[in-house]
């Protein structure tokens, strides 16, 4: 892309400053790939000094399918009355997705346009996809044959459903039916109490145009002529606007439109967003302090010369940071449930930092798609851990290398998880028992599978050791 030609372009059509006229340069670097992708056309629009032009500085044509223009469009401007999608893109900053239009070669195509922003927010341009859409628009004519007769049966009927309003004030939506010339020629309570909300005060709505109502709809023509949906946002009212066009053999048209007042949904929506931020942070910050615990007693152990004392502040160290793992997947995803596979993987990068480096430990993870609630997710971090610990220390004694495997399924058909950790270690003694054993960490293990999870645990030998834990997937 010539980035030379791109400058001169926005310097002499434009007000953009060089930092501005660099954004444009680095995203029209990409372009290309994106035409490739997408099989369309992309071009890139600035804002000029006339509020009703863009001037294209930037183009790819795709590489993996036929380009809708046989010659460059750089340098070209791109008026109010051809491209309405982009004027209105570059003074409102909002995208205008799917618009149709015809291109300059006559062929249908489908126009997406997103803002580019400054660092300050500001809209100095525009990103556009066109794709050909002239098999779509044909496979539509065909079907529009067929349903003619049914749409003008359904037209009729429903004109008499709705003559005396006795069906259509009862719609808690507000309703408006659209002849072809865009005029409304019949409304309901809920639309005409809507409308008066919106500033629309005491005014008679049949009669009037509806663009000169929604001005958004004056760059949406296609709404009469196909199924549409739009938001936009009026006097402070977020308001939902679907479009069906009404189409009959005798040439006459139309469109049923249903306007929605959905602010309530959208506030709604906003607070969800700004709660769920809310604990993303306090699990960001249960993490952090985690881990300042955890710096504090590393500190705390090397100052003690017992090798037993700093074993029992190592594990502790490790039980700690596998909480702090759980918070931390909390933090960056979703608020409700921790991604298993994600938590197990950052357990083995915490644990391999303690195995002796002279010892060749491999550690293989096989883990089914699996999300649990924070609460169960805590105690299955602190099993792993625990389990991997205890094959890392006794099951290689006097070997330099070895094996650990973990394994976590799920059974939908019983609703229940599988947990198995393996190694092709020593084995166990033949007087092994879990339920009489003094380990720490095997006792940990056995409160957190029995009490917390509600499961049960075995272990046995096989060619070293191997643990099951079985516990129900709870609703």
Known sequence: MNQKMIEELCRKYSDLSQEEIKIIQRLSEVIQIVADLTQADIFIDCITRDPDAAIVVAEAKPRTAKSLYRFSVVGQLALRQNEPAVIRTLHTGFPTIGMRGISQEGVPIKQSVVPITSRSGRAIGTLIMEQDITEQVSQEMRVKELIETTEHLSETLFKLAFAEGRVS????????????????????????????????????????????????LEIRDDFLAEQMYMESKINGLNIAITSVPLNSPDGTSGALMFIRDITEIREKEKELMRRSVVIKEIHHRIKNNLQTVASLLRIQARRIKSRKAKKAFSDSISRILSIAVVHDILSKEEMEYVDIDNMIRKIVEIVSLMIDPQKNIQINIDCSPVKLPPREATSLALIINELIHNAIEHAFVGRNEGEVSIILKEFEESKSICLI???????????????????????????????????????????????????????
Do not use: C, M, W
């Open 421 to 475: 950790v393996k190694d092709n270690g020593v084995g166990l003694k033949k007087d092994f028992s879990i339920e009489k054993s003094k380990n720490l960490g095997l006792n940990i293990i056995k409160t957190l599978v029995e009490e917390d999870l509600k499961g049960y645990i075995n272990i046995h030998n096989d060619n070293g050791v191997i643990v099951e834990v079985l516990f129900p997937l709870r609703q």
């Open 169 to 216: 004030d009862i719609l808690p939506d507000g309703l408006l039916i659209i002849d072809k010339n865009g005029k409304v020629t019949y409304y309901n309570n809920a639309a005409r109490e809507l409308f008066y909300r919106i500033g629309f005060l005491g005014e008679e709505l049949r009669g009037k145009r509806i663009i000169d109502v929604i001005s958004e």
